[in-house]
């Protein structure tokens, strides 16, 4: 469980389930979600009872409480999320207030309705803007246009389902030296979407494809500077429009970040304050690294 920002100082307890489902059939470079899921369809049973072995536990009541479904993939792709579990799921997830799943821009559409109309909590939809630069985003194998993405935002909205956004910091075969500017004008076209939340999330190289672009000068690692920069500079812009929107960066795997080991500490703390406080704090200054 984590205490996830609503706005300036106040959090909601979240609980994220890393569901095991069959792996998402869009293979984007920059993605390695892939690796905790299999290629084989979801057994019908098997989410249901995922989210039961998660919740069973619980002693606290979660009424005020938002539930992650992550499936590492889409939640309207009936081979990960069979149909059938849906009613289950929806009761397994009655006591919470939110309920977060993810899905394609493509695939935010009417089947999307059905679920919703079986909810009692309010639905919230992440989906993976990536980059506002249509060119960059061409090159990621995601099959997404920005136009798929506002259409999405548009029929979310249009439908009361909240809108949450993932926006990531330094793509393959985009200008390194970009990558903070390039994050900060996803996150506002995110906003400007009507996201409510948006997090920045430092590209990981994790994966066989990611290595061959490194090698090939095709991608360079972001670094904790630049997100910690990139996380600065967004809330700086956002919270000066007015729109409410909450901008993270996503702090998994932080410790793996390309970082200079002087600062890296206080990056990541003040990383972390400026999550849960949702305010623009000043960067972090080194004199190792010279920032
Ligand atoms: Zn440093």
Same mark, same amino acid.
């Given at each position: 469980?984590?205490?996830?920002?609503?706005?300036?100082?106040?959090?909601?307890?979240?609980?994220?389930?890393?569901?095991?489902?069959?792996?998402?059939?869009?293979?984007?470079?920059?993605?390695?979600?892939?690796?905790? &899921?299999?290629?084989?369809?979801?057994?019908?049973? $098997? +989410? =249901?009872?995922?989210?039961?072995?998660?919740? /069973?536990? !619980?002693?606290s009541p979660v009424g005020t409480w938002a539930i992650k479904?992550? &499936?590492g993939g889409n939640f309207t792709d009936?081979? $990960? +999320? =069979?149909?059938?579990?849906?009613?289950?799921? /929806?009761? !397994?997830?009655?006591?919470?207030?939110?309920?977060?799943?993810?899905?394609?821009?493509?695939?935010?559409?009417?089947r999307l309705l059905r679920f919703r109309d079986l909810l009692s909590p309010q639905l919230e939809v992440a989906v993976g803007l990536e980059t506002s630069n249509p060119d960059v985003l061409a090159r990621q194998q995601k099959q997404m246009t920005l136009d798929d993405f506002a259409g999405a935002?548009?029929?979310?909205q249009r439908n009361e389902i909240a809108l949450r956004c993932f926006v990531m910091l330094q793509l393959p075969h985009a200008n390194p030296k970009k990558c903070v500017d390039d994050a900060v004008q996803a996150v506002i076209h995110a906003a400007q979407a009507g996201a409510q939340f948006v997090a920045i999330i430092p590209?990981?190289?994790?994966?066989?494809?990611?290595?061959?672009?490194?090698?090939?000068?095709?991608?360079?690692?972001?670094?904790?500077?630049?997100?910690?920069?990139?996380?600065?500079?967004?809330?700086?812009?956002?919270?000066?429009d007015d729109s409410g929107c909450v901008v993270t960066a996503d702090t998994w795997?932080?410790?793996?970040?390309?970082?200079?080991?002087t600062c890296q500490d206080a990056r990541i703390k003040n990383i972390q304050a400026m999550n849960s406080r949702q305010q623009s704090l000043p960067v972090s200054r080194c004199d190792r690294c010279g920032s």
């Open positions: 469980m984590e205490h996830e920002a609503i706005g300036e100082n106040r959090t909601r307890p979240t609980l994220t389930l890393l569901l095991t489902a069959r792996r998402c059939p869009v293979e984007c470079v920059f993605c390695d979600l892939w690796k905790h &899921n299999h290629p084989g369809a979801t057994p019908v049973g $098997s +989410i =249901p009872h995922q989210i039961r072995g998660a919740t /069973a536990s !619980l002693t479904l992550y &499936n009936p081979l $990960s +999320i =069979p149909p059938a579990d849906w009613p289950e799921i /929806a009761e !397994l997830c009655k006591p919470f207030e939110r309920v977060i799943v993810e899905n394609h821009a493509t695939m935010c559409g009417e935002a548009e029929f979310l590209t990981r190289s994790d994966t066989p494809a990611m290595q061959k672009l490194i090698a090939t000068g095709e991608f360079v690692s972001p670094t904790l500077m630049q997100l910690e920069t990139a996380l600065h500079d967004s809330l700086s812009q956002i919270r000066t795997d932080i410790e793996m970040v390309r970082h200079c080991p």
